[in-house]
């Protein structure tokens, strides 16, 4: 099976059940390839996903057919052709044509093929590719050209405008960095830095934060000199500066209810030293992750064990000093290392925001008089966020926000949220809340 071949059963496996594409990228049947033709995998199956909306009005405009009445792996057939022709430039467009053309089943099914194509690369070639007027509807030009659902694109421009929203769509389609958490227990930013670019590496000091450090790029975190030492674990900038908002403390006994993957449990037992970090989740599946990130870093202060975040254990109420409330979320701010999300039914979205509450108000309970706790999520919506942060105030009152600052970045209020295409960051939302003391 070729490289394209293999792509396209992963993309109609996606389409048909809506599989994540990373566990799709997991598969077996890639286990043969080379490190050169799983790039390229990668590339073809996350870019096609990502640009789906676009690809599929350019075949629509092209063809003069409605999607509709394409046949399904036609259709896929023609985005993995469309994403050759404007997104791998690695492809020459008749190349792009040809191998493409070679996946379809009939000579009919060819033809079509071909002649979609070869039209869409000439158009290419003359930078006149079809997009709906921007005069017209600005909200559905945008959708179109950015490739995101209309209700999302409607959704940012009653947040921040339409010009906003144009550079917050092109920032998640161009974002490509890797950053890295330092491990503080084993080296410091600095040697870190150093011992990077002895290996040809260019990082770049993001933030003003001993934590983080940003390398360009998508990198394979397992090929970084220091991994195998645990001198670093993978974390947005954006979860560090969560972590730096707790205000964690050598000593500091701390709870983080939705641990999985573990990056934030990571950061408190880094910065706790002689504390106690207990990562609980719901998912026993996934904690495993914690425990094996955790023996790499060298972190023997984490303990391990499946909680549900819903219903806190009474014999744990007011024992911690810090929580760590990072609760699921719709993943509106990490849209562009997660292309599947945006494709998301805004409807499947709507009962978040009672869960994120219960999850925050049990959580509470665990914290100590005088204690923090820092609820975030990696979305961009109000009612995921500020909404559920201030309803839970209303009723508790004996808590209040706290303000933070990390570098230049400075809260509101105590509450933060994280713009990609301002703050370079995922999208994410951070508030600090203080319990006061009796």
């Known amino acids: 099976m070729t490289v394209r071949e293999l792509t396209l059963s992963l993309l ?23 490190g050169e033709e799983r790039a390229f995998l990668t590339a073809l199956l996350y870019t096609t996903v990502e640009r789906k909306i676009t690809y599929d009005y350019y075949i629509g405009a092209i063809s003069g057919r409605s999607l ?8 896929n057939i023609l ?10 430039d690695s492809v020459p467009d008749h190349a792009a044509v040809n191998e493409t053309v070679a996946l379809a089943r009939n000579p009919g099914e060819k033809s079509f093929v071909n002649g979609v194509l070869r039209q869409a690369a000439r158009l290419k070639a003359e930078d006149k590719l079809p997009l709906p007027p921007r005069e017209k509807k600005v909200s559905r030009y945008l959708s179109v050209a950015y490739s995101f659902p209309l209700w999302l694109v409607k959704h940012f421009i009653s947040l921040y405008g339409e010009e906003e929203t144009e550079k917050l769509l092109d920032r998640f389609n161009t974002a490509r960095y890797t950053d890295l958490t330092v491990n503080l227990t084993k080296t410091t930013k600095e040697e870190h830095t150093a011992l990077l670019k002895g290996e040809g590496y260019e990082p770049e000091s993001f933030i003003d934060s001993p934590l983080t450090v940003r390398l360009p790029g998508s990198v394979n975190p397992r090929r970084l000199p220091g991994f195998d030492e645990g001198l670093f674990f993978v974390q947005d900038a954006a979860c560090a500066i969560s972590a730096e908002a707790l205000e964690v403390r050598a000593g500091n006994r701390v709870i983080d209810v939705c641990a999985c993957p573990g990056g934030k449990s990571f950061a408190a037992a880094i910065l706790s030293r002689t504390g106690e970090v207990c990562a609980f989740d719901i998912h026993q599946s996934k904690l495993s992750l914690v425990e094996d990130g955790a023996k790499r870093l060298g972190l023997t202060n984490i303990r391990v064990d499946e909680r549900d ?51 925050l108000e049990a959580s509470s309970r665990y914290l100590k008089d005088g204690g923090i706790l820092v609820y975030s999520t990696c979305t961009l919506n109000p009612e995921e966020n500020e909404r559920v942060v201030e309803r839970f105030l209303e009723g ?39 319990k006061e003391k009796k």
């Open 12 to 34: 109609t496996e996606y389409e048909a059940s809506g599989k994540y594409v990373n566990l799709s990228l997991s598969s077996h049947m890639a286990d043969k390839l080379t």
């Open 79 to 88: 985005r993995l052709g469309m994403c050759q022709i404007v997104h791998i």
């Open 68 to 75: 509709d009445k394409i046949d399904p792996t036609t259709l």
């Open 396 to 434: 508790h009152k004996d808590f209040s926000f706290a303000d933070f600052s990390v570098g230049d970045i400075r809260s509101q209020g105590g509450m933060l949220t994280l713009l990609p295409h301002i703050h370079g960051t995922d999208g994410f939302f951070i508030a600090k809340i203080r």
């Open 309 to 359: 975040a819903k219903e806190p254990s009474k014999e744990l109420f007011g024992t911690f000093d810090r929580v760590i409330c990072d609760v699921p979320c719709s993943g509106l701010g990490v849209l562009a290392k997660k292309p599947d999300i945006r494709h998301k039914d805004n409807e499947s979205l709507q009962n978040l925001p009672e869960l994120q509450y219960e999850i």
